[in-house]
T-cell receptor, first 113, second 115 residues
Framework: AQSVTQLDSQVPVFEEAPVELRCNYS??????LFWYVQYPNQGLQLLLK??????LVESINGFEAEFNKSQTSFHLRKPSVHISDTAEYFC???????????FGKGTKLTVNP | GAGVSQTPSNKVTEKGKYVELRCDPI?????LYWYRQSLGQGPEFLIY????????DSGLPNDRFFAVRPEGSVSTLKIQRTERGDSAVYLC?????????????FGPGTRLTVL
């Protein structure tokens, strides 16, 4: 069965610092990869997704993630974070032919002033 | 437009009772999903509807859990003989066509507490 590992449960950083949230998935022939974000007291929102094509995908608020098939990773990065990026971030995968998202346990990003 | 809505937002019940959780998907979305998120965990898939039919119910933990979507819109998740281990946030999501590439839009969830 497909699984997703988020190696860090909590990541504290200072404002304007770079951040990387790590995500690895179990190998599969074809997968589609997602990052969802949950801001305090809000529901899950899609941040970005990889379906095919360019392995680097970007969000509208400056996050990017790179699909690395050989390392089965989909790490999320941002070169300079803001306090408003404080949230919990979930990596998820859908195996080709399926419609169900398989989530990691989440990483709580806290951006301090 | 309106997003996915779920009612109630909070539900407290006693062990052994029956509960119903409701999900209103985004208008026009054909696919509807239920997930369960326990404390400290990511959401876990329960069931997926395409229209009125359950296309995949492989995530339902046991026969105490049942879900319906009789008219292809609103869905109800039903839990019989609740147990303390059922305490979690129950999330509903919908997508336009239900294909793999479709974005799933999530509701705010129903927090179920079984005493």
């Amino acid at each position: 069965a497909q699984s997703v590992t988020q190696l860090d449960s909590q990541v504290p950083v200072f404002e304007e610092a770079p951040v990387e949230l790590r995500c690895n998935y179990s190998s599969s022939v074809s997968v589609y990869l997602f990052w969802y974000v949950q801001y305090p007291n809000q529901g899950l929102q899609l941040l970005l997704k990889y379906l095919s094509g360019s392995t680097l995908v970007e969000s509208i608020n400056g996050f990017e993630a790179e699909f690395n098939k050989s390392q089965t990773s989909f790490h999320l990065r941002k070169p300079s974070v803001h306090i408003s990026d404080t949230a919990e971030y979930f990596c998820a995968v859908i195996q080709g032919g399926s419609e169900k998202l398989v989530f990691g346990k989440g990483t709580k990003l806290t951006v301090n002033p | 437009g309106a997003g996915v809505s779920q009612t109630p937002s909070n539900k407290v019940t006693e062990k052994g009772k029956y509960v119903e959780l409701r999900c209103d998907p985004i208008s026009g979305h054909t696919a509807l999903y239920w997930y369960r998120q326990s404390l400290g965990q990511g959401p876990e898939f329960l069931i997926y509807f395409q229209g009125t039919g359950a296309a995949d119910d492989s995530g339902l933990p046991n026969d105490r859990f049942f879900a319906v979507r009789p008219e292809g819109s609103v869905s109800t998740l039903k839990i019989q003989r609740t147990e303390r281990g059922d305490s979690a946030v129950y999330l509903c999501a919908s997508s336009l066509f239900g294909t793999t590439a479709d974005t799933q839009y999530f509701g705010p969830g129903t927090r179920l507490t079984v005493l």
